[in-house]
């Protein structure tokens, strides 16, 4: 199952989903979100939503010294918070900008394709879905 922005025009920047990511962790707050809502331009342009795309070959896993990021078999990575060292080599490796980080942990935040900030889009703009298996992101 992967994480789909369905349609972003929908997005009314209203960001339940990012706070529904972030209580998943048991920490509320949009600094805990592992998906983005950012605006386009103002209100006229309307918002993007960041979320992982779960590559296949992902650079933010190639980028980690420590192997902290395990590729998971069907795409994108689980984060092994006890090996991560906080250098943030995954954040820049990102070329979608979706790894987001915790500053009070010193950790990246990354999707972990769970599907609940699409239960709460009120828009559907987010949709988890079967992984069809054509997207990759390379470097």
């Given at each position: 199952m992967k994480l789909k922005v369905i349609d972003s025009q929908r997005c009314v920047g209203c960001q339940l989903c990012m706070f529904a990511c972030s209580r998943r962790s048991g920490v509320a707050g949009l600094s805990n979100s592992c998906?983005?809502?950012?605006?386009?331009?103002g209100m006229s342009k309307g918002?993007?939503?960041i979320v992982c795309r779960s590559c296949k070959n992902p650079p933010c896993a190639r980028a980690?010294?420590?192997?902290?990021?395990?590729?998971?078999p069907t795409g994108g990575v689980k984060l092994k918070p006890e090996k991560c060292i906080g250098c943030g080599n995954c954040k820049g490796a990102c070329i979608l900008h979706a790894v987001y980080w915790n500053?009070?942990?010193?950790?990246?935040?990354?999707?972990?394709?769970?599907?609940i900030c699409a239960k709460?889009?009120?828009?559907?703009?987010?949709?988890?879905?079967?992984?069809a298996g054509k997207e990759e992101v390379r470097s």
């Open positions: 998906i983005g809502v950012k605006s386009a331009g918002f993007t939503v980690c010294p420590v192997d902290a990021l395990e590729m998971k500053n009070e942990a010193q950790k990246p935040l990354i999707c972990i394709q769970c599907g709460y889009c009120p828009h559907g703009v987010l949709e988890l879905r079967q992984d």
